[in-house]
């Protein structure tokens, strides 16, 4: 059996990626989590009153460095 041409290479390959392209969007659109139309328009919690990625990420830090300084306290009593 002959190797295919490039030429005939071409038309395969555009092809698949006419029919791959859609198939993909399709595949996306399902994993989209849908518009919920419950809830009301100006229920959000404003941004000012929530408290901002940085400080969690501060009292989680804080939480951490208070875990290893008693870890660290009990290791050295024993």
């Known amino acids: 059996r002959e190797a295919?041409?490039?030429k005939m290479?071409?038309?395969c390959?555009?092809?698949?990626?006419v029919l791959a392209v859609p198939l993909v969007l399709v595949v996306a659109l399902l994993?989209?989590?849908p518009v919920r139309?419950?809830?009301?328009?100006?229920?959000a919690i404003p941004a000012e009153s929530r408290?901002?990625?940085d400080c969690h990420a501060f009292?989680?830090?804080q939480r951490a460095l208070q875990d290893l300084k008693k870890t660290a306290y009990n290791l050295d009593t024993r």
């Open 31 to 33: 994993f989209l989590e």
């Open 13 to 17: 390959l555009l092809r698949r990626v």
């Open 4 to 6: 295919p041409t490039p």
């Open 37 to 43: 139309s419950d809830q009301e328009a100006g229920t």
């Open 51 to 53: 408290p901002c990625v």
């Open 59 to 61: 009292e989680f830090m």
């Open 9 to 11: 290479l071409a038309p």
